[in-house]
């Protein structure tokens, strides 16, 4: 190749890199439909979300409970670890911005018959490769490289808050056994008491057999429930030890279940506002971004590539010996036009999925919200007619030993009452447990304070 031709290569394609017209897809956000406020609450200004999550509970133990398991949850390992990889991926691609350069060593021996002596040389070369941008592609694979890395980085975020709530969650349930044991001992220690009176009142031969065996029947019950309760405990802590990264462990207790209190006053905020604070509605925009920008970079495989190449080297048996030189390179497609429009294709299908996916990932916010909404309301009301229900409960157990004492009723009305009695304590605790569940949940689904987690 001749000499000017090389620098007409060279100038040619850097006034392409300069002038020509490079493939970038602008992105536009998706519409979204959203309303002025979440069907259960006026609008506000304040969302519970916003809310640092160590002062969200009330409860020392449960915080130190979840700063240990951001610190030890082993999934939340994983995905740290896979920033790191997102993190070299986008230094690896980036690292196509700037030119490549190599270099090499040849030796060589020779031998001719017009000459008794072996003829030795050593080459050291260097290589100088550049790539030049003209079309986008390498800018485009950096922005899928990068928005792929924040994605990454917004998936912890996501793990993190939801391992706040697990925590949480499995705590106010243990919290809920704990007090469902309580009142079980309690009853068994009643039952076992009235069971005592029993017993001597038949063998006076005052009753029959028959109130025995009702009063026996009904503690076996309490101490059937009472076994449940405690396998139901030790796999709750089982649970919550492996969200802490240990093996099976007691886990230490705080404030009683009735002590867990929150604020009445809990404001969702404006439901738009979850497209800037929810993370699986910004890690699903951030990958919609990425695949944009595959997209692009996917779309310049229909033009030429352009490449120079500068070599430098010297002889080192005979230094004064030096050569170079610099060549252009121009490639493009010719006969594959259909393979590449078909790979276009298959980015811009999956661009599509990845739109889908993010309004997916709104919808099912919103959905989470409005059902933790609902919940809270429900379950406020039902724990308030649980606890006139369980004063009504009392009387009538008070009163039904005395009306049997007196024998104006029999003992299987006693039993009856009693038993009544009993349920409706387990069922306040479990009401008042998923009283608090469903704030946690409504505290998650809004962002879950995941800006507020180191």
């Given at each position: 190749?001749?000499?000017?031709?090389?620098?007409?290569?060279?100038?040619?394609?850097?006034?392409?890199?300069?002038?020509?017209?490079k493939?970038?897809?602008?992105?536009?956000?998706?519409?979204?439909?959203?309303?002025?406020?979440?069907?259960?609450?006026?609008t506000?200004?304040?969302?519970?979300a916003?809310?640092?999550?160590?002062?969200?509970?009330?409860?020392?133990?449960?915080?130190?409970?979840?700063?240990?398991?951001?610190?030890?949850?082993?999934?939340?390992?994983?995905?740290?670890?896979?920033?790191?990889?997102?993190?070299?991926?986008?230094?690896?691609?980036?690292?196509?911005?700037?030119?490549?350069?190599?270099?090499?060593?040849?030796?060589?021996?020779?031998?001719?018959?017009?000459?008794?002596?072996?003829?030795?040389?050593?080459?050291?070369?260097?290589?100088?490769?550049?790539?030049?941008?003209?079309?986008?592609?390498?800018?485009?694979?950096?922005e899928?490289?990068?928005?792929?890395?924040?994605?990454?980085?917004?998936?912890?975020?996501?793990?993190?808050?939801?391992?706040?709530?697990?925590?949480?969650?499995?705590?106010?349930?243990?919290?809920?056994?704990?007090?469902?044991?309580?009142?079980?001992?309690?009853?068994?220690?009643s039952?076992?008491?009235?069971?005592?009176?029993?017993?001597?009142?038949?063998?006076?031969?005052?009753?029959?057999?028959?109130?025995?065996?009702?009063?026996?029947?009904?503690?076996?019950?309490?101490?059937?429930?009472?076994?449940?309760?405690?396998?139901?405990?030790?796999?709750?802590?089982?649970?919550?030890s492996?969200?802490?990264?240990?093996?099976?462990?007691?886990?230490?207790?705080?404030?009683?279940?009735?002590?867990?209190?929150?604020?009445?006053?809990?404001?969702?905020?404006?439901?738009?506002?979850l497209?800037?604070?929810?993370?699986?509605?910004?890690?699903?925009?951030?990958?919609?971004?990425?695949?944009?920008?595959?997209?692009?970079?996917?779309?310049?495989?229909?033009?030429?590539?352009?490449?120079?190449?500068?070599?430098?080297?010297?002889?080192?048996?005979?230094?004064?010996?030096?050569?170079g030189?610099?060549?252009?390179?121009?490639?493009?497609?010719?006969?594959?036009?259909?393979?590449?429009?078909?790979?276009?294709?298959?980015?811009?299908?999956?661009?599509?999925?990845?739109?889908?996916?993010?309004?997916?990932?709104?919808?099912?916010?919103?959905?989470?919200?409005?059902?933790?909404?609902?919940?809270?309301?429900?379950?406020?009301?039902?724990?308030?007619?649980?606890?006139?229900?369980?004063?009504?409960?009392?009387?009538?157990?008070?009163?039904?030993?005395?009306?049997?004492?007196?024998?104006?009723?029999?003992?299987?009305?006693?039993?009856?009452?009693?038993?009544?009695?009993?349920?409706?304590?387990?069922?306040?605790?479990?009401?008042?447990?998923?009283?608090?569940?469903?704030?946690?949940?409504?505290?998650l689904?809004?962002?879950?304070?995941?800006?507020?987690?180191?």
């Amino acid at each position: 190749m001749k000499r000017y031709s090389i620098h007409y290569i060279f100038l040619f394609a850097l006034s392409i890199a300069f002038f020509g017209c490079k493939v970038q897809n602008d992105y536009v956000a998706p519409e979204i439909e959203t309303t002025n406020s979440f069907s259960t609450l006026d609008t506000d200004s304040l969302s519970v979300a916003d809310t640092q999550w160590w002062n969200f509970f009330n409860d020392p133990v449960l915080t130190d409970l979840i700063s240990e398991s951001l610190e030890n949850n082993l999934p939340l390992k994983n995905i740290i670890f896979g920033i790191k990889q997102s993190q070299l991926q986008l230094a690896i691609t980036k690292a196509q911005l700037y030119p490549e350069i190599n270099y090499g060593l040849t030796a060589e021996t020779s031998k001719s018959s017009l000459s008794p002596d072996f003829q030795n040389t050593i080459n050291a070369v260097g290589q100088v490769s550049y790539t030049l941008d003209v079309w986008g592609r390498i800018a485009n694979q950096n922005e899928a490289a990068l928005q792929a890395y924040l994605a990454t980085e917004m998936a912890v975020f996501e793990v993190k808050a939801t391992l706040v709530s697990q925590i949480a969650e499995l705590y106010f349930t243990l919290r809920d056994i704990d007090n469902r044991i309580y009142v079980s001992e309690q009853m068994e220690t009643s039952m076992e008491k009235y069971k005592a009176i029993i017993d001597a009142r038949y063998d006076g031969g005052f009753i029959s057999k028959v109130d025995v065996n009702q009063i026996s029947i009904s503690l076996k019950d309490v101490q059937v429930t009472m076994q449940a309760l405690y396998r139901a405990r030790k796999q709750v802590e089982n649970a919550i030890s492996t969200l802490l990264g240990s093996l099976p462990k007691s886990i230490p207790r705080g404030n009683k279940l009735e002590e867990q209190i929150f604020s009445s006053n809990l404001p969702a905020g404006v439901p738009a506002d979850l497209l800037r604070r929810r993370p699986s509605i910004l890690r699903s925009e951030l990958l919609l971004k990425s695949q944009l920008a595959k997209l692009g970079a996917t779309e310049t495989f229909k033009y030429p590539n352009f490449q120079i190449n500068f070599n430098l080297g010297a002889q080192l048996l005979n230094p004064s010996s030096i050569f170079g030189n610099l060549t252009g390179n121009m490639l493009g497609p010719l006969f594959n036009a259909n393979r590449i429009n078909n790979t276009i294709a298959i980015e811009e299908a999956q661009y599509k999925r990845a739109e889908l996916d993010y309004r997916q990932a709104y919808l099912l916010a919103f959905q989470e919200i409005e059902d933790a909404l609902i919940a809270i309301e429900t379950y406020k009301k039902e724990f308030e007619i649980r606890k006139k229900q369980l004063k009504l409960a009392k009387e009538a157990y008070d009163l039904a030993w005395v009306r049997y004492n007196e024998g104006a009723t029999s003992f299987i009305e006693f039993l009856n009452v009693q038993t009544t009695f009993f349920n409706v304590q387990l069922t306040a605790s479990n009401s008042y447990k998923s009283q608090l569940q469903s704030v946690v949940k409504l505290y998650l689904a809004l962002g879950g304070g995941w800006n507020q987690i180191n």
